[in-house]
């Protein structure tokens, strides 16, 4: 049985129907376009932070000066660095540890993280040796197991120096409670005591073994440095350290300190970060410690440091690939901020644009299905109205085909069809009369 007129013929509002395809057309487009923006924006890396804190150590040591180096030449960029103090490596390690401190790089000496998992932390590079150095009173002593018995200053509470100090005089068989006096002392404390007798050795390092403390200890003939004999020895049984040679006569020419080839053991200080530092911060904190640490010095040769070699915490894969081929083009031809906003909007223009034109091409496809669809439901009904005449009817019922027939032509006769698609209109429109001249029984021309 046909559909009744009203479920055969549905009344469209005509005078729309073209402007209601061009709005649905570009509606999609806008919303598709609005929905990749936002998963872009959602996937993308955040802008570059204008302000991070690094955890440096104490005032009198070598890691607080290096720190404030790069204060300054971050500062250039328009990232603000604050410097923390703290007593030491040991400290600035839990401070990147704990979540609850604000803190997003320490610098950090090897040989400190023992029983710390610090799996989630990566190394932007070695950036200074921190020899170990050790200063004592009275005869010459060749080996570290002569200091039992003595009093010792190993370095204060959460300082690197102290770690490394507890480390090798347990493997020369010194242990706290034991025949020697393990006191926390470091720096200038330990460097005031030994000069006035009150301790008879002293541990120093990296942050706390400065030039001018070393010179004006040496200055006295009753105070000598520990040449470590021993040195290979010590780098194959603890990996984090390295052998230098503190060669005679390089704190003071004129006076010849020291008067011979001092050989130190010496962990290196990494720059440490979490993992989450943006990349164009480790461009400019690897580019900041080239310019601190890659002139020679006392105990490296010119651009040895920054090194991105592997040691206790993995380089990150931004650092790595700053080592292999620098910053980028943007970075090194614009201001930072600049090449920071270029990079952010070619980062998101790049995926709108594999995600955005392919579905550009399938929305005229969606447009065309919907204008041809208004065609063919008509047609479904032309259909349902042929076939039902050519079944034995009477009179009566297909005058009732002719006046739904008549519905049909006049619904089409008022549709708003785009100039596009008016030969899929008028083959409709012939259809019509096609059906029409089935009723009537006239037979169409060929």
Same mark, same amino acid.
């Given at each position: ?23 649905? !057309?570009?509606?999609?487009?806008? !919303?598709? #376009? ?17 302000? =991070? ?27 603000? $660095?604050?410097? $923390? ?11 990147? $540890? ?12 090897? /040989? ?36 039992? #018995? ?7 509470? /959460? ?40 301790? &008879?050795?002293?541990?120093?390092? /990296? ?12 200055? *006295? ?30 704190? &003071? ?29 480790? *461009? ?30 993995? =380089?990150?894969? &931004? ?6 081929? /620098? ?8 201001? !930072? ?85 008016? &030969? ?23």
């Amino acid at each position: 049985m046909i559909l009744s007129r009203q479920q055969r013929a549905p009344q469209f509002p005509h005078a729309y129907s073209v402007w209601r395809d061009h709005a649905w !057309f570009w509606g999609a487009i806008v !919303f598709l #376009g609005m929905l990749t923006i936002l998963l872009v924006v959602w996937l993308v890396e955040p802008a570059p932070p204008k302000t =991070i804190v690094i955890s440096a150590g104490p005032a009198d040591g070598s890691f607080w000066p290096a720190a404030n180096a790069y204060r300054k030449i971050l500062a250039r960029d328009g990232v603000t $660095l604050k410097v $923390l103090p703290s007593d030491g490596s040991l400290q600035n390690l839990h401070r990147l $540890l704990d979540p609850k401190q604000h803190v997003d790089l320490a610098l950090v000496q090897g /040989g400190v993280a023992q029983g710390l998992d610090t799996s989630s932390l990566m190394s932007l590079g070695s950036v200074f040796y921190a020899p170990i150095v050790v200063l004592y009173r009275g005869g010459e002593i060749a080996r570290l197991s002569q200091l039992n #018995g003595k009093r010792i200053a190993i370095g204060r509470e /959460g300082s690197g120096t102290r770690v490394i100090a507890l480390n090798l005089l347990k493997a020369n068989g010194i242990v706290a409670g034991g025949a020697a006096t393990l006191l926390p002392f470091d720096g200038q404390e330990s460097a005031r005591q030994l000069a006035a007798g009150q301790i &008879d050795a002293a541990f120093f390092n /990296g942050d706390s073994a400065t030039r001018g403390l070393m010179l004006r200890l040496l200055q *006295d003939p009753n105070v000598l440095a520990l040449n470590f004999t021993q040195a290979a020895a010590y780098t194959r049984l603890f990996p984090y350290l390295n052998q230098i040679d503190l060669p005679a006569g390089v704190l &003071d020419l004129g006076r010849n300190i020291p008067p011979a080839t001092v050989h130190l053991i010496s962990p290196m200080v990494e720059l440490v970060a979490r993992p989450n530092l943006h990349p164009a911060i480790s *461009d400019l904190l690897i580019e900041a410690a080239q310019e601190v640490h890659g002139m020679p010095g006392l105990l490296q040769r010119s651009g040895e440091f920054p090194s991105p070699i592997e040691h206790e915490y993995r =380089i990150s894969e &931004d650092a790595a690939r700053y080592y292999r081929s /620098g910053k980028n083009f943007l970075y090194r031809n614009l201001p !930072f901020w600049m090449a920071s906003l270029v990079d952010r909007t070619l980062v998101l223009l790049i995926p709108m644009a594999v995600l955005f034109f392919p579905a550009l091409r399938v929305l005229p496809a969606l447009y065309r299905w919907r204008v041809r669809s208004r065609i063919y439901r008509w047609y479904g009904l032309l259909i349902a109205i042929e076939r039902e005449a050519l079944e034995h009817v009477t009179d009566e019922e297909r005058d009732r085909l002719v006046k739904d027939l008549d519905h049909i032509e006049e619904s089409v006769n008022q549709l708003k069809m785009p100039l596009a698609y008016a &030969d899929a209109f008028y083959v409709l429109r012939e259809h019509v009369g096609f059906v029409r001249s089935r009723l009537s029984g006239e037979q169409r021309p060929a």
